[in-house]
């Protein structure tokens, strides 16, 4: 039985190139692998085994007959289910969509199969990514496989997950306030939330259209690279997107270049409410990231405590537009009415094929948005997410990259906190500026935990570190279009 436990997107196109395996072998046995772990994990909601070998069978082809071939040809890849993937169902997790399948492909998606990638299947994940635990799916909770009782975080749970337990070597999610940030964190792998605009959003099934972006979730800082550079660049279906022209650095970060950056460390991303295991895991974070000389500054980011409430006043905004074209009447479930009023049919179809979440969101949105509460919630909102942006560009006049928590606490146990939305919420309290900001930030583990927690861990770090069972992630944020800076560091870091 080929190992899966240690493949990485380099180790992996090593490995094919120097024919220690086929690309269908390790396809075949990722499939046999997923068969029986995922079942107590439920990190899938769709497979597609005959075009995953079919694909795979042809990179081997490529290869015998001396092809060049790209750092992702056959790799195994999961795709979160709010991204099309052509003839492949797209639910969002929701039963409003349940019987959709995507007519195109995602311009992501289309990047990966150009480069020969081999597509596993479809991750689960929090309905229309609205969440941070994948426990407000429609069809199943996934689980965190370092705790089978505790969350993978959310809403790319399922892509963390696939990754993290090994049933996929790399992934894609979308992060719209933490959502690739955040599961990377809980899982143990990185998650890299590239610069808005720099990866194209077409073909991703909106949430909140502002804050939205597409990026990799890896088992090192040096494939979530890799990834990220077959993605990146402008669309010309997506008007947000840029055309983004990466140095050689991207790939071939300098140590000497790393050195040279400055650390900026927010007052505000060290207040009460972190666990002491999380403030603990950073603190090591920066003692392992200065022995590498690079230097460390304290900033203010004052207007972060604005963030949360600002974000959840926007995003439902955005999210009451984007799911208004979702009416249960061309796919989702069987209709709840068939005769009657048309409104009462859309009301009562709606009410049904959204969850909980979804509808909350939706009614909170159309709520800031009507006449008369406009101007007294979405505008205002607006002008505080432009005051949390000159914060930072503030910050970068004094720092190149910012510090701080993935998530207040460690990944928390599946229940826990379904009954209180705003506790929910809080998780994010640190990912959520990043995102109103539209910058680049990363997720590295502090330590890379195993589901049997007993992985060995970096000799500098504390007790209190080694004593935790669970992963928990530093976050690096970087400036506009500056992904090479963090990508830099996260490298150095992974190597100490």
Do not use: W
Request: charged content about 25%; aromatic content about 8%.
């Amino acid at each position: 039985m080929l190992t899966l436990h240690g493949l990485t997107i380099k180790s992996f196109h090593e490995g094919l190139l120097a024919k220690k395996f086929s690309a269908f072998e390790i396809t075949k046995e990722f499939f046999d692998y997923i068969e029986d772990r995922d079942k107590e994990i439920g990190a899938y909601l769709s497979l597609d085994k005959d075009g995953a070998l079919a694909d795979a069978s042809r990179v081997d082809v490529a290869l015998a007959a001396g092809e060049e071939l790209s750092a992702l040809a056959g790799v195994p890849l999961a795709i979160k289910d709010n991204m099309l993937v052509q003839g492949l169902p797209a639910t969002a997790a929701s039963k409003i969509l349940k019987n959709y399948r995507a007519a195109y492909d995602a311009t992501v998606v289309k990047k990966t199969k150009d480069a020969q990638a081999v597509i596993l299947g479809k991750t689960n994940m929090d309905e229309f990514a609205m969440g941070s635990s994948t426990e407000n799916s429609a069809f199943k909770i996934t689980k965190n496989p370092h705790d089978l009782t505790r969350v993978p975080g959310g809403s790319s749970g399922g892509s963390a997950a696939a990754v993290a337990g090994h049933m996929a070597v790399a992934a894609l999610g979308s992060d719209t306030g933490g959502s690739v940030r955040e599961p990377a964190s809980f899982c143990g792998v990185v998650g890299l939330k590239p610069t808005y605009g720099a990866v194209s959003r077409y073909g991703l099934i909106a949430m909140a259209s502002s804050l939205d972006q597409i990026g990799p979730i890896t088992k090192t800082v040096e494939d979530a690279t890799l990834f990220f550079k077959e993605i990146a660049g402008i669309d010309k279906y997506d008007s947000t997107s840029v055309e983004t022209k990466y140095s050689d650095a991207l790939l071939n970060p300098s140590l000497e270049k790393v050195k040279e950056l400055t650390i900026g460390l927010p007052e505000e991303y060290f207040s009460e409410g972190i666990t002491p295991e999380v403030v603990g895991a950073v603190e090591e974070a920066i003692i392992s990231l200065k022995s590498l000389g690079i230097k460390f500054k304290t900033i203010k980011l004052p207007h972060t405590k604005y963030a949360l409430s600002c974000y959840y006043i926007i995003m439902p905004a955005e999210v009451s537009s984007n799911l208004a074209r979702f009416d249960g009447i061309r796919y989702g479930e069987k209709r709840s009415a068939t005769s009657g009023k048309l409104q009462d049919i859309y009301l009562k179809t709606r009410g049904r094929g959204f969850g909980e979440e979804a509808r909350r969101r939706i009614i909170l949105g159309t709520y800031v948005l009507s006449s008369g509460y406009y101007d007294a919630y979405y505008a205002k909102a607006q002008k505080v997410r432009r005051l949390i942006s000159q914060d930072f560009d503030e910050a970068f006049k004094e720092v190149d990259v910012i510090l701080g928590p993935v998530a207040p606490t460690t990944a928390f146990k599946i229940g826990e906190k379904t009954n209180d939305p705003l506790q929910m919420y809080l998780s994010d309290i640190f990912t959520i500026p990043v995102n109103l900001a539209g910058l680049p930030a990363i997720s590295i583990p502090v330590r890379q935990a195993t589901s049997d927690k007993r992985q060995e861990t970096n000799s500098s770090m504390s007790h209190s570190i080694l004593s935790s069972s669970l992963p928990i992630g530093f976050q690096l944020i970087g400036k506009h279009f500056r992904e090479e800076d963090i990508l830099g560091i996260g490298q150095f870091y992974e190597k100490l």
